[in-house]
């Protein structure tokens, strides 16, 4: 059975085309993960970063890991897809699929 706040995560993956669940915000991250992750976005050219802070809603939490299946954050959703965590987007930007995914390339 699908978590009952699976809706509410949905939402906010769809409410910015780069969405990112995080410990603390872009602007104040709390985590250095979460922190490389909204610096790499910067870097490949993302404008708009919408930050959720997971540590702020617990139960929010547990619903993102339900919906992606994927233990830890930050997690990145570029235009409504999960594209991952940290590593993965570190690893995209330097082969320049983030800023493809982006539309920055």
């Known amino acids: 059975m699908a978590h009952p706040l699976r809706s509410k995560v949905e939402e906010k993956v769809k409410s ?3 969405v990112i669940f995080m410990k603390g915000t872009p602007q104040f991250p709390q985590c ?3 922190n490389k992750a909204c610096q790499v976005l910067k870097a490949a050219g993302a404008e708009d970063i919408k930050g959720v802070d997971v540590l702020a809603d617990d139960p929010l939490w547990e619903a993102l890991e339900d919906f992606t299946q994927w233990p830890t954050v930050p997690q990145i959703f570029i235009n409504g ?5 940290c590593d993965i987007v570190s690893e995209m930007h330097e082969r320049g699929e983030l800023q493809e995914a982006l539309g920055k390339k």
């Open 81 to 85: 897809q999960f594209v991952g965590g």
């Open 16 to 18: 910015a085309p780069v």
């Open 32 to 34: 250095g993960f979460s």
